[in-house]
């Protein structure tokens, strides 16, 4: 599936929905380039869950951990790793066995230590928007999102 994005708030939006039809436990990967709109697509997701603070690239933490309503989400961008071993360091295992939704922005920097994602999401920037390109999804989840192409 494929589709443009045109402003932040279709990409939030696009978030949610990622929201309504994902299974309580499921890694995504994230792929796109710098300012690709992939924070904003976790925006959308975590207020759409209920997250009424903000959310934030974790980029120097490596990973935003979220807690709602009993359910768990982890936020995690990999783009200062200088070693995908350093994410047996943090304990990554134990996140991505948790009962939680990962998402894993710049997961090639993790090669060996992430496992499969239940979900490849590819964000570039087109002209003004964004091109969004959905790769994998579990079975039976589907989207419905205008801006198809």
């Known amino acids: ?40 697509l976790v925006r959308g997701f975590m207020r759409a869950a209920g997250h009424k603070g903000t959310v ?24 200062r ?17 948790e009962q939680s939704i990962c998402f894993v922005e710049w997961p090639e920097k993790g090669a ?5 994602p239940d979900v490849i999401i590819s964000m570039t920037t087109e002209q003004e928007g964004r091109k969004v390109v959905v790769e994998k999804l579990p079975a039976g989840v589907e989207l419905y999102v205008g801006n198809y192409i």
Not at 8 to 17: I, L, R, W
Not at 69 to 74: S, V
């Open 1 to 40: 599936m494929q589709c443009l994005l045109n402003t932040p708030e279709e990409t939030e939006a696009f978030g949610a929905q990622l929201f309504q039809v994902l299974p309580e436990k499921c890694v995504i990967f994230l792929l796109g380039s710098l300012g690709a709109g992939k924070t904003t």
């Open 56 to 79: 934030k690239s974790p980029t120097y933490n490596i990973v935003e951990e979220y807690q709602i309503n009993k359910r768990l989400f982890f936020h995690f961008d990999l783009y």
């Open 81 to 97: 790793l200088v070693d995908p071993e350093e994410l047996e360091w943090i304990g990554i295992a134990d996140y991505l066995n």
């Open 112 to 116: 060996g230590y992430l496992g499969t």
